[in-house]
């Protein structure tokens, strides 16, 4: 088999190839990938190669067509709503590394809450100028409804974490899972969460069901002091309503890692100019430990599917 990667992982080729050897001691080909690659490179490297090694960019059809013997796509990522739906067309096997970042997704959305909540940024400027805390007071997370937006993985440990703060956690799922309530989630519907919740926090995968899920009519269901938190993604949320309401003053402020397309942003992003708004570009699931484990999770996917017992599955399974 010629195991192509087509994007980095974001970790050193020494780690790669050390994590590849089951398969390199198979006899397989593993071809490393360092660089973000131009759509031409991609049409070139993927020329005979059986499977493709992913990360988040996005995949063309072009490039799998281009693939007459692709069997399989392992994704360094957990959303697949960039990998194409030919997939499943041509039963080409795509399977993610859910899981993989869990931990960097909570913990970062707790840094976005306590940046807007503590006034971070503007403490740190206003530090750097020489002045004081005046009009910089903030507020705490104890005693606060933290309103989860799927319940999934990451959803449950940014609940484990609210608790430890002494929130109330609220949530919304399609599917209300005993393990969150057993973290202590009372699931409400999802417009009674927008208007019960100090602090929205959004942790569902981008479908055509979520598609802007957060749009002007539930942002304006929210607290006049409520914040809103999206590590998810970008699309889940109207972004021009958003920014409506933050600059009016309807909601208290946003903390944003992820946008309608990847970083950079156009410099004409609505949230860009928007008010009390914390942005990162979408590093939540960037950590040096998350990138490793994911490496190998790419890997793992590889030799289960060789085996004949693939784990992760998204598309392609007929």
Known sequence: MRIVMLEPL??????????????????HEFVFCDKKLSEAEKLERAK??????????????????????????SVGFTGVDHIPALCNE???????AQGYCTDAVAELTFGLILAVYRNILPCHSRTKE?????????????????????????GNRVAEIGKAFGCKLIGYSRTER???????????SLDDLMKQADIVTLHTPL???????????????????????????????????????????????????VFENEPPVE????????????????????TEESMVRRCGMVIDNITAWLDGKPINVKMGMK
């Open 10 to 27: 974001g970790v050193p080729e020494s780690t790669v190839l050390e994590l590849a050897k089951p398969l390199t001691a198979l006899g």
């Open 48 to 73: 005979n190669a059986d499977v493709f090694v992913v990360a988040n960019s996005p995949l063309s059809e072009d490039v799998i067509l281009a693939a007459p013997d692709l069997k399989m796509i």
């Open 90 to 96: 041509k039963g080409i096997l795509v399977c993610n």
């Open 130 to 154: 020489s002045g004081v805390k005046d009009g910089l007071v903030g507020n705490e997370l104890r005693g606060k409804a933290l309103g989860i937006v799927g319940t999934g993985a990451i």
């Open 178 to 188: 005993e393990e969150s309530k057993q973290i202590g989630i009372a699931y409400r």
């Open 207 to 257: 479908t055509p069901e979520t598609k802007l899920l957060i749009n002007e009519e539930r942002i304006g269901m929210m607290k006049q002091n409520a914040i809103l938190v999206n590590v998810a993604r970008g699309g889940v949320v109207d972004s021009k309503a958003l920014a409506e309401a933050l600059n009016s003053g309807k909601i208290a402020g946003a903390g944003i890692d």
């Open 267 to 286: 410099g004409d992003h609505p949230l860009l100019h928007a008010t009390n708004t914390v942005l990162t570009p979408h590093v939540a699931f960037a």
